[in-house]
């Protein structure tokens, strides 16, 4: 009898933050979407974070910008591009995240 193989033991994570918030650029009208997961030391062991506009990006279903640690590490989304990224803890990249976007939402006006 053959033995199964188990891949890395998930932690068990509780979803702390679920909110899907509309916005307004001046290209038109988007979406921020925050999820966070923590375990039960209360490390967030989990996120997505995502900027979705498809007036501004029509690639990766409209995701503008994006920070997520799906896939087992943690990388960025920029305009239908992903590269990977160093992080160091959910609330200086949540910050970051929210300066870009409005900086993006900015931005994108000055096209016009």
Not at 2 to 15: D, F, M, Q, T
Not at 52 to 72: E, M, T, W
Request: proline share 2%.
């Amino acid at each position: 009898m053959r033995a199964r193989r188990h891949g890395p033991r998930r932690v068990a994570a509780e979803k702390i933050i679920d909110r899907e918030t509309n916005i307004k650029c001046c290209q038109g009208p988007g979406k921020i979407r925050e999820e966070a997961w923590q375990d039960a030391d209360g490390n967030i062991v989990r996120y997505n974070l995502a900027f979705i506009s498809h007036f501004i990006c029509q690639k990766d279903n409209g995701r503008v910008l994006g920070y997520d640690s799906a896939h087992g590490h943690h990388h960025r989304h920029f305009m239908g591009r992903i590269e990977e990224f160093h992080f160091v803890d959910y609330e200086a990249l949540s910050d970051e995240f929210f300066q870009e976007v409005a900086a993006l939402c900015q931005e994108s006006g000055k096209e016009n």
